[in-house]
């Protein structure tokens, strides 16, 4: 679909994503410097604050309202034994988040952050949540197809799951501050996994992990089964779209359209775990400007997390040893999220406490 200047949905989002404001960042990192503490003693949490000046052109980043987007689709390779839960679970959770009974909603309640949970690709339908408000409807199919005997979706099917996220994030833009991304999907490690190695050129047998906790024979089936796919659909890593269409899944497409559109919007994006970083690096693959608005709130033990991190070079604020997701993580970041804000808005400087320039000299 093209608009009226003859742009599809998707290069019209591309042109409207620019890197952080210079000036912002530069102003930001001034005022740092003047606080009544040693240089840049709150380390990270000070390069948040200038992050987040420079995504939001503002020296008071507005913060307060927060929201997870929890992407749900499923994949055809959990057919193949990949994951320790069948699934059925995928279903089973989606109604658990909207009674407030996972993770996510204690998680998100206590840093005052809305959960949207939108269905991308689950095999089940939602009628009534849908109907009800409960949840948002973005389907693109039932579930992937198997990655181990062909793609996961077509390449339009891709295309449409991508542009999925970014109208989520256009729908919430003007209500929402700060995004967070959440996942669900049962077996999605092994799409992400298949990700991991198709842009970080890195061994599958050194990429993988256990995901929900399978035990040793599983992780050699789930590591043929990745390899397998690969050689099958021979992804293509300078396409960031065709390798979401050949090993990827529906939710992962969201999270990457949703980080597209944030950034679109000047948005921060707080980025979950492993599957979320999996979206974000097809998102910067199509958009690497979209890189500047990304807080990566953890490193999971998933191996291939790690080494999608160091791909997009974004260090973790956090490292909790989590593998949840559902954008837990992202929650739990919230927090750190207003704490630099706070450093920024908040902390007197040295003038405004009167400390003289000698005495601020010494503590430098």
Known sequence: MKNSSGLSFLDATFRSIYPQDFEYRQRAEEHLNQLTMPHWALGDLMDLAVDLAGMTRSLQPP????????????HGVAAEGVSLFPAEVTTQMVYNFIRGGAGINALAGRSQTEVCV??????????ELVETGRIVAKKIGHGTANIAHGPAMSRTHAVMAVEAGIEIANDLAATTDV??????????TTPSTAIAAVFTGEKVSELTGRGTGI???????KIAVIERALQINRPDPKDGI??????GGFEIGAIAGLILGAAAHRKPVVVDGFISTAGAMIACSLEPFVRDFLVCAHCSVEPAHKVL?????CRPLLELNLRLGEGTGAA????LVD????ILTEVATFSEAGVSDSSRSVQK
């Open 339 to 342: 704490a630099a804000v706070a």
């Open 63 to 74: 913060v307060a309202r927060k929201k997870v987007v929890v992407m749900v689709g499923d």
């Open 215 to 221: 035990d040793d024979a599983g992780l050699l089936k």
């Open 309 to 313: 991190l160091s791909k997009l070079q």
């Open 242 to 247: 065709d390798v979401l269409a050949k090993v």
């Open 179 to 188: 995004f967070g991304t959440g996942d669900m999907g049962i077996g999605n």
């Open 332 to 335: 739990l970041a919230m927090h």
């Open 118 to 127: 939108v269905d991308v690709g689950a095999r089940d339908s939602f009628d």
